[in-house]
Structure formats: structure tokens, C-alpha cells
């Protein structure tokens, strides 16, 4: 693919539980036109999450339902049988505007194949086991944290495939970084863009199917 690439973006947020995964997506869903896809699960809401924000709380019939209908074109089934879905919005190149979505990196290497968006890869991650286990037990979940370090370890080795992985250490160092990193992305975008503008303005030939 060409430098000078003006298709709608998609920046996909992965990492393991407890990493700050949520706290980047808040984040960047409050940039200027970002919009926040939410995806679908079969597990319960916990406590600070809201339907149709987090995620799409829907049964396990309905999750199928949606997937032979083809609104949920790709799902991942969780050591907790818990089943995790991609809604078709994540494929409308239509909408111009960026979209910001979590999901694992199985989600993100499928999307990157079949997306008509340029989709960039945001690995999140901790500095050590160490302090990621202390920030599961910390959120209430210290009976899952030996699955979610394997957890961790796994998604580990998918990190090189994203375009950056950024280590959540320092909270506003990190959405520091987080924001340089997407600030470049959209400003590439807008530029490709523009240039393609440009050419067509001074080479009528790339009109001519106007005519």
C-alpha cells in the first residue's frame, strides 16, 4: 500500500485485562469526531459498565442470532466460555469519520485482512507481571488473575503485528503517548487526503470519468 493513504481509520485497542484498555478507549472516544464502536459479548455487565457504550450485552441465543444474520461478523469464544463479537460497522468505509474499537488480537490480525479501513494497531501493556496482577486483584478480580496472566503471556506474542505498543505505567505519560501516536495518524490521514485533492485539481485526467 501506498504512503499516501486517505482511507477512513481505524485504530484497534488490544492488551491484556487490567493493562488500561478501557481507560484508552475513553480517552480517545473523546477526540473530535472519533467514534467509539462497541462490540458484542455474552458475559455479564460488570458493575461500571453500560450497555451500548462498553460493550452490547446481548444472551447467548441473540449473539448467534446476530452472527447467522451477519451483524456479527466474526466472534471469539474466552477461557470463561464467554463469547466476544465484531459488529459489521467495523467494515463501513462509507463513514469518512475514524472509529476506535477493543479487541483481541486474533479480532485485530482478521480485521486487518478484510477491513476497507487503514486499521493501526494499539498494543497496551504494563511494565511487569507483577504490576498487572496487582491491578487485577485491585479491580476485585484476584480469583481470575493466575488465567489472565496466561492470558497476558499469550497476547504477548501477537504484540510485534501491531503498529505500536505503548507500556501504561505513568497514567498521563501514557495518554501522552497515546494521543501523539493518534494525533499522527489523523493528521496523515487528513494530509493524504488533501494531497489526493491536490492531484486532481492540477491533473484533469484524474476527473475525466467526471466528464
Do not use: C
Not at 16 to 25: E, F, M, Q, V
Not at 49 to 54: H, L, P, Q
Not at 90 to 100: F, G, M, T
Amino acid at each position: 500500500m501506498s504512503q499516501l493513504d486517505a482511507r477512513p481509520l481505524l485504530f484497534v485497542i488490544s492488551g491484556p485485562s487490567g493493562s488500561g484498555k478501557g481507560t484508552a478507549l475513553r480517552w480517545l472516544a473523546d477526540f473530535d469526531g472519533m467514534h467509539r464502536v462497541s462490540t458484542y459479548t455474552t458475559r455479564a455487565p460488570r458493575a461500571e459498565e453500560r450497555d451500548g457504550v462498553d460493550y452490547h450485552f446481548v444472551a447467548e441465543e441473540d449473539f448467534f442470532k446476530l452472527h447467522d444474520s451477519g451483524e456479527i461478523f466474526e466472534y471469539t469464544r474466552t477461557y470463561s466460555d464467554s463469547y466476544y463479537g465484531s459488529p459489521r460497522a467495523l467494515l463501513d468505509v462509507d463513514d469518512l469519520a475514524p472509529q476506535v474499537v477493543e479487541l483481541d488480537p486474533a479480532g485485530f490480525v482478521r480485521l486487518s485482512a478484510i477491513s476497507g479501513r487503514r486499521v493501526v494497531g494499539l498494543f497496551i501493556t504494563t511494565n511487569s507481571e507483577e504490576e498487572l496482577r496487582e491491578r487485577i486483584i485491585a479491580r476485585g478480580q484476584g480469583a481470575e488473575v493466575e488465567n489472565r496472566l496466561r492470558i497476558r503471556t499469550q497476547q504477548s506474542t501477537w504484540a510485534w503485528m501491531y503498529q505500536y505498543v505503548l507500556v501504561n505505567d505513568v497514567r498521563e505519560d501514557f495518554l501522552e503517548n497515546l494521543t501523539t501516536v493518534v494525533k499522527s495518524e489523523l493528521l496523515r490521514t487528513f494530509g493524504a487526503r488533501r494531497m489526493l485533492e491536490l492531484r486532481k485539481e492540477l491533473d484533469p485526467t484524474l476527473n475525466a470519468d467526471k466528464a
